[in-house]
């Protein structure tokens, strides 16, 4: 057991004050010493939220491509009561023409084929985004001069934001729905088209605070050249490209009513966005180059490659 040190231990008054004023040092010191320590592994913990949030979202994006990956492998159409044929051209029409799926379904029966308007939402929602990744993969490469903007979607009554970029001669570079119209969701659409495109050499936006505050988020200094990577405009005429690009998407929807969910609005899109790009000639099959696709053989070929 240990002895406490008491008063009578010293020979005089002084020492005794010199023990408890050490004593108090001592005590002080350690107390900083620890505050030290605290602060030092707060501001690095703080420091690293952004890297951490950066790092977690490239994790999550690679997560969804091995799934998708696997997905892809998987798109088979064995199980269907339908035809491989008459399942891509249901999906292609109703993503390339102003149709709803009772129209479609009209159109079918025509041909002697009763085929319900739910199961052409199901074959939709299934096929459109598969084909649409792995359009990605053909897809040519784009110009380093972006226009981005947003136009509305209507999701079960509320409207919602449809993000969409294109380069400076109208080829697709990347599209997403959003519930808000915030600095976060500009953050996250911008990440998306840096990931799965070219880092661009100027981005005009318009007068959107958020997607300024967004991209200069992204638009750091390098370490080493202290220049950044891109130039931000925000230029009203230059915009005029990607605002006439959406009358393409907002002329298949608007028949379409409104959507009923989320996922349903991205899946959907991801198919009218895909036949966009396709008439745009912006896909490349170099097995296939000699041949002159048409669209509907470019939207053929990419469920048997």
């Not at 380093?144 to 449809?162: A, F, N, P, V």
């Not at 959003?178 to 661009?200: I, Q, T, V």
């Not at 007068?207 to 050249?225: C, E, H, M, V």
């Amino acid at each position: 057991m240990k002895n406490h040190i008491k008063r009578k231990d010293f020979k005089n008054k002084s020492h005794w004050a010199f023990y408890h004023a050490a004593s108090d040092l001592r005590v002080t010191v350690n107390v900083a010493y620890y505050l030290a320590l605290i602060l030092f592994f707060s501001r690095h913990i703080i420091g690293s939220v952004a890297k951490f949030n950066d790092l977690k979202f490239h994790l999550i994006l690679r997560y969804n491509a091995l799934v998708l990956q696997q997905e892809l492998f998987m798109a088979s159409f064995s199980g269907r009561h339908y035809p491989k044929f008459i399942i891509l051209q249901c999906v292609r029409w109703y993503v390339s023409y102003a149709l709803s799926y009772r129209n479609i379904e009209e159109m079918m029966a025509e041909r002697g084929f009763e085929i319900d308007h739910a199961t052409l939402n199901r074959w939709v929602l299934h096929y459109a985004p598969l084909l649409e990744k792995k359009a990605k993969k053909y897809k040519l490469p784009i110009h380093r001069s972006w226009r981005m903007d947003e136009t509305y979607i209507k999701i079960k009554g509320k409207w919602h934001y449809l993000y969409r970029a294109v380069d400076k001669y109208g080829a697709t570079v990347e599209f997403m729905v959003s519930k808000r119209r915030d600095k976060a969701a500009a953050k996250a659409f911008f990440r998306k088209a840096f990931l799965s495109n070219r880092r661009p050499l100027r981005v005009n936006i318009d007068k959107s605070g958020s997607n300024k505050a967004a991209l200069d988020s992204l638009n750091q200094p390098g370490w080493l050249t202290g220049k950044r990577p891109f130039l931000i405009r925000q230029v009203k005429y230059l915009n005029n490209v990607v605002e006439q690009d959406h009358r393409h998407i907002k002329r298949i929807t608007n028949p379409m009513g409104c959507f009923r969910k989320m996922h349903t609005a991205s899946r959907t899109l991801a198919g009218i966005e895909l036949m966009n790009m396709i008439k745009k000639k912006q896909l490349k099959f170099t097995k296939y180059i000699d041949q002159n696709l048409t669209p509907a053989e470019q939207f053929y070929r990419l469920a048997t490659i």
